[in-house]
């Protein structure tokens, strides 16, 4: 295979994969932003994240909504929990590693604020430690996973959303996860200031 042959074909797979997700993941979504509203509409913040590239779209959407997406509007509330390199080490340090995000949920979380977890594969400890200590203050989760959701899936309630992306590789569902992050910054700002058509 040529190496063009090869790129061609790592676009046509993505494509694929996201035209194939529209319909197990669009109400799960529409979800999420729901969630998202009624937080930042009481007075609530999002957190968010991950390891990796997961954690570069936690980031990627805390500064979405602090900033702006596509559009003007007041800043919203949102934090990567992924930034503060001295707590990230600290908490290392001087517990453990799977603790780094829990112990800035329990710090910072309230009840009413939202948890955006995102794991490729749903396993990542660190992550459902974040999971397990959102749910001890009240704090709803959108999880953003793949293959099949890992044991994250267990730590779900009716409450919550789960966007799972049905693959396996790890880039794809990344690929997929960057397009779950654009979906809710949109979602969120038609909510907050009117479909302005945009996509029609």
Not at 82 to 109: C, H, K, M, P, W
């Amino acid at each position: 295979m040529s190496l063009a042959a090869r790129i061609a074909a790592h676009f046509e797979d993505s494509a694929r994969l996201k035209l194939a997700c529209v319909e197990s993941l669009a109400g799960p979504i529409a979800r999420a932003v729901e969630l998202s509203v009624a937080a930042l509409a009481a007075d609530r913040k999002i957190m968010a994240c991950g390891n990796g590239g997961s954690a570069a779209d936690a980031q990627h959407l805390a500064a979405e909504l602090v900033g702006r997406f596509e559009r003007e509007r007041p800043e919203l509330a949102a934090i990567a929990l992924t930034t503060d390199s001295s707590i990230l080490t600290a908490v290392a340090n001087d517990y453990r590693f799977d603790e780094v995000f829990a112990r800035q949920v329990r710090a910072l979380g309230q009840a009413g604020d939202v948890l955006v977890a995102i794991s490729t594969s749903g396993n990542s400890a660190n992550v459902l430690a974040a999971v397990q200590a959102a749910r001890e203050r009240g704090i709803r989760v959108i999880a953003l996973t793949g293959r099949g959701g890992g044991r994250m899936a267990g730590l779900l309630g009716e409450q919550d959303a789960h966007l799972c992306v049905p693959h396996d590789r790890t880039m794809r569902i990344q690929e997929v996860h960057l397009l779950i992050v654009h979906c809710l910054c949109d979602g969120i700002d038609a909510a907050l200031l009117g479909d302005d058509g945009s996509l029609s």
